[in-house]
């Protein structure tokens, strides 16, 4: 069983940076994909950012393309989002996410197709 740990979340005004961690438990598997979601109340889960780990491509969703990097560390087992140029409506609980490794699943992220979830960091954006 993988379980992963976020962390980094917080509060920032209108065009600040956050950086997000997601830890995973074990070294001795990896994942083939990891993803970050977000999700506000009484919205459904929805894919920010993924990475797959077989080539390190990523997907980005439209509303943070070129704001949002995501990255990995194969040797700390963690991924990061790098967030800049933040926005009240990026405001959410951030979830770490992962599955084991299919490129097309990967690379076009819904929350059905994730096995591991962390707990959430809350990100809160002020205008």
């Known amino acids: 069983q993988l379980q992963l740990a976020e962390s980094g979340g917080g509060s920032v005004q209108t065009g600040g940076s956050l950086r997000l961690s997601c830890a995973a438990s074990?070294?001795?598997?990896?994942?083939?994909?990891m993803a970050w979601f977000r999700q506000i109340p009484g919205k459904e889960r929805e894919a920010v950012a993924s990475i797959y780990s077989g080539t390190m491509m990523t997907y980005y969703a439209d509303s943070v393309q070129g704001r949002f990097t995501i990255s990995q560390d194969n040797d700390k087992n963690t991924i990061s989002l790098q967030m800049a140029t933040l926005k009240p409506e990026d405001t959410a609980m951030y979830y770490c996410a992962a599955r084991d490794g299919n490129r097309d699943n990967c690379l076009n992220p819904t929350a059905a197709r994730f096995t591991y979830w962390g707990q959430g960091t809350q990100v809160t954006v002020s205008p």
């Open positions: 074990t070294v001795t598997y990896r994942p083939g994909c």
